[in-house]
T-cell receptor, first 114, second 114 residues
Framework: AQSVAQPEDQVNVAEGNPLTVKCTYS??????LFWYVQYPNRGLQFLLK??????LVKGSYGFEAEFNKSQTSFHLKKPSALVSDSALYFCAVRDETGGFKTIFGAGTRLFVKA | DGGITQSPKYLFRKEGQNVTLSCEQN?????MYWYRQDPGQGLRLIYY???????QKGDIAEGYSVSREKKESFPLTVTSAQKNPTAFYLCASSIGDRVTTEAFFGQGTRLTVV
């Protein structure tokens, strides 16, 4: 069965420092991985995705994510955090065996302190 | 501008009432989805529609109903059979249903039972 785990409910980082939001997954087929961000009382916004190819994927707002097949991970990273990056981040996975279903993690709240 | 519009933003329901949440998209997307978001639980799929006049139940369809009479519209009715309807509801769409495509989300409707 498909599953996504975001092991940290909250990540705290100082502005200007690098940030990492962790995600691990489990699927039967080839994984297609996504990161979304949600600001308070808003819908989710797509940040980036891994489909195939280069393990380092670059996305919106300076975010990037590294796909690691052996560790079944897809951690979200940013070299220098901004206060405006404070939000709720969701990792999601799809694969061919799951059909139309996208499985979302429970979310990780990122708090960037000035 | 293209996008997904959900209305209303806030909705209050009395016990025993049915209420309908609106979702309209002008992205020309074939696939549309309804998710429910509860704190700490990520997003759970309620219903999914791949084409007009066709839809499928998601993981938590009990107490909900949908219709897809037009490509642009995918309204969700929360019936009195839904015992715990207070939640944040998100509508999304995607280009077809390829596993590689990301979803576009509306701004959400917060439903509260009073």
């Amino acid at each position: 069965a498909q599953s996504v785990a975001q092991p940290e409910d909250q990540v705290n980082v100082a502005e200007g420092n690098p940030l990492t939001v962790k995600c691990t997954y489990s699927v039967s087929g080839n994984p297609y991985l996504f990161w979304y961000v949600q600001y308070p009382n808003r819908g989710l916004q797509f940040l980036l995705k891994y489909i195939t190819g280069d393990n380092l994927v670059k996305g919106s707002y300076g975010f990037e994510a590294e796909f690691n097949k052996s560790q079944t991970s897809f951690h979200l990273k940013k070299p220098s955090a901004l206060v405006s990056d404070s939000a709720l981040y969701f990792c999601a996975v799809r694969d061919e065996t799951g059909g139309f279903k996208t499985i979302f993690g429970a979310g990780t709240r990122l708090f960037v302190k000035a | 501008d293209g996008g997904i519009t959900q209305s209303p933003k806030y909705l209050f329901r009395k016990e025993g009432q049915n209420v309908t949440l609106s979702c309209e998209q002008n992205l020309n997307h074939d696939a549309m989805y309804w998710y429910r978001q509860d704190p700490g639980q990520g997003l759970r799929l309620i219903y999914y529609s791949q084409i007009v006049n066709d839809f499928q139940k998601g993981d938590i369809a009990e107490g909900y109903s949908v219709s897809r009479e037009k490509k642009e519209s995918f309204p969700l009715t929360v019936t009195s059979a839904q015992k715990n309807p207070t939640a944040f509801y998100l509508c999304a769409s995607s280009i077809g249903d390829r596993v590689t495509t990301e979803a576009f989300f509306g701004q959400g409707t917060r439903l509260t039972v009073v």
